[in-house]
């Protein structure tokens, strides 16, 4: 016997999201070294960015821009534990275009300066499997609890600026909305609204003068 069984349409666009989350977060895995940002990735997937980021932070707890930097620094240890790039060098290679941000963000994963887990961690991992290097170097997200709540403050941003823009569009309809009337009323094929007459009040007669 064959059992049919239903989900209900809320349950059907939570599974239909977390697929969408899921093919977001595999682009950023293989294309963690290019110019990726939350509004290219939202349109990958035919997202806002503001729904994006809330999303993708409830599913995965952490912001999509969170993972990627994550993903970069992951493959910035490996390349300065290697030692046959300098710090500048490692930072592009990744995909950062800011030599400082990237300095600031591995420090709070990692818990030292590049150049000083270059120094420290070169050759460290000779001899050992890339799955086992992988796993016993892999950075702590959000080590720094400051970087946390800054972190958390620009998704609210993001989603807040994106629900701006959705009412303003919405607006912008009803202005459009507004003016299409009202050139129907100027060209005649609508006929304007007009004022109700106020009801006439009985005036009372004047009183007669006494004789």
Do not use: W
Not at 30 to 59: I, T
């Amino acid at each position: 016997m064959i059992v049919s069984v239903t989900g209900s349409p809320k349950d059907g666009q939570a599974l239909r999201d977390l697929l969408r989350l899921r093919r977001v977060r595999d682009r950023i895995d293989r294309e963690y070294a290019q110019p990726l940002d939350v509004e290219a990735l939202a349109r990958g997937v035919h997202m806002s960015a503001g729904h994006l980021s809330r999303q993708f932070r409830r599913a995965f707890g952490e912001s999509p821009y969170s993972y990627l930097m994550t993903r970069r620094i992951e493959r910035a240890m490996a390349l300065l534990r290697r030692g046959d790039l300098n710090v500048t060098e490692v930072c592009f290679e990744v995909g950062c275009s800011s030599l400082g941000t990237f300095s600031t963000r591995f420090k709070e994963l990692v818990g030292m300066s590049p150049s000083d887990y270059r120094e420290r961690e070169a050759g460290a991992t000779a001899g050992m499997p890339p799955c086992v290097a992988k796993q016993v170097t892999r950075p702590v997200r959000n080590r720094a609890g400051t970087a946390g709540a800054a972190e958390g403050d620009a998704v609210e941003a993001e989603a807040a600026q994106s629900d701006a823009v959705e009412a303003d569009v919405a607006h912008g309809d009803a202005v459009e909305a507004d003016v299409a009337h009202g050139n129907a009323v100027a060209a005649g094929s609508v006929r304007p609204a007009q004022a109700k007459p106020e009801p006439i009040r009985n005036r009372e007669a004047p009183a007669a003068d006494p004789p």
